[in-house]
């Protein structure tokens, strides 16, 4: 669940089947919950994150991951630049993620690059906040 700045839902271009799209989902709402768990301050509250945070620099190598099905995709079809076009598809999917896990809520701003980022806020629906 998101708070804050409405998002609007942006239909990726990849043409992905709905098992690879659950699979990459699955994926991305792991990293999501790495993150939270990994990334805290001694509150234990949890630090903003952007897609480049979750799967660039060293997480940029999408072989081997569910992730690999958005460039496969749009380098199969021909696409310019397929490497940025899956990396938006995926910015897509993660917000979509987010905003369908009703586990968690989270915060959702732009940072001083102007990149959407996200914050998961310990309030959830739940009366555990733990992972």
Sequence with gaps: MII???VSHQKIVADISVKELNR???FIRGAV???CKNNTDSKGQSSWFTTSDL???MSADRSGTPLQALVD????NGVENHELRALKDLRFILMKVIAEDLRRSYHTGHNEKGR?????TRI???????F
């Design 33 to 35: 919950y790495c993150w």
């Design 124 to 130: 959830d629906s739940r009366k555990s906040n733990t």
């Design 55 to 57: 799967f660039g620099g």
């Design 116 to 120: 959407r980022n996200y914050q998961w």
């Design 24 to 26: 990459i989902k699955d």
């Design 4 to 6: 804050g700045e409405n």
């Design 73 to 76: 995709w749009h380098f199969n």
